[in-house]
């Protein structure tokens, strides 16, 4: 069965601090992961991957994929408050099906 | 505001019943992605139209079905209702048939009595 599995399930940081959010899958003909956030409302894109290796960047977010291990981290770097949020990872199958992992659920304290 | 409109905003009714979902892709968005999120199952892709054709189903219930009409918009119809399907049920768009950026409307809450 397809499957799509992120940890820590739930995660509790200081501003200014570093996280990494990990995202395995067990998906058969993979295409690309993604990477969302959710706040208390519609799922935002963050970044689409599908070459290992290669790190997309954005301000302080930044996400690699390993193929090997079927796996990907998402980075925060100096979070801040507005951090806070449900992290998405998706696998997108080349049958254009989606999988979704349960979240990682990010509070960042001032 | 991602330009992907969703009515009705919340929706409540009874077991048994049907409900029509309506969704708006942002404008020049061909691709119609329908997701269902609830406590327990977290976020689910039930089914992607592409230029009105259907172009991949998720896990979507028989009792589901859904559509894409020549003017963009969908109508995701859910029927014989039950409690379980009390969630939130998001549209997204995007502007081709693969997986690149989506936009998700704001969900339409629909609850189950």
């Known amino acids: 069965e397809d499957k799509v599995v992120q940890s820590p399930l739930s995660l509790v940081v200081h501003e200014g601090d570093t996280v990494t959010l990990n995202c395995s899958y067990e998906?058969?003909?993979?295409?690309?992961l993604l990477w969302y956030k959710q706040e208390k409302k519609a799922p935002t894109f963050l970044f689409m991957l599908?070459?290992?290796?290669i790190e997309k960047k954005s301000g302080r977010l930044s996400s690699i994929l390993d193929k090997k291990e079927l796996s990907s981290i998402l980075n925060i770097t100096a979070t801040q408050t507005g951090d806070s949020a449900i992290y998405l990872c998706a696998v997108v199958n080349t049958g254009n099906q989606f999988y979704f992992g349960t979240g990682t659920s990010l509070t960042v304290i001032p | 505001d991602s330009g992907v409109t969703q009515t009705p905003k919340h929706l409540i009714t009874a077991t048994g019943q049907r409900v029509t979902l309506r969704c708006s892709p942002r404008?020049?968005?061909?691709?119609v992605y329908w997701y269902q999120q609830s406590l327990d199952q977290g976020l689910q892709f039930l089914i992607h139209y592409y230029n009105g054709e259907e172009r991949a189903k998720g896990n979507i219930l028989e009792r589901f079905s859904a559509q894409q009409f020549p003017d963009l918009h969908s109508e995701l119809n859910l029927s014989s209702l039950e409690l379980g399907d009390s969630a939130l049920y998001f549209c997204?768009?995007?502007?081709?048939?693969?997986?690149?950026?989506?936009?998700f409307g704001p969900g339409t809450r629909l609850l189950v009595l």
């Open positions: 997204a768009s995007s502007d081709s048939g693969g997986d690149e950026t989506q936009y």
């Open positions: 404008s020049g968005d061909l691709s």
């Open positions: 998906v058969t003909n993979f295409r690309s």
């Open positions: 599908t070459s290992s290796g």
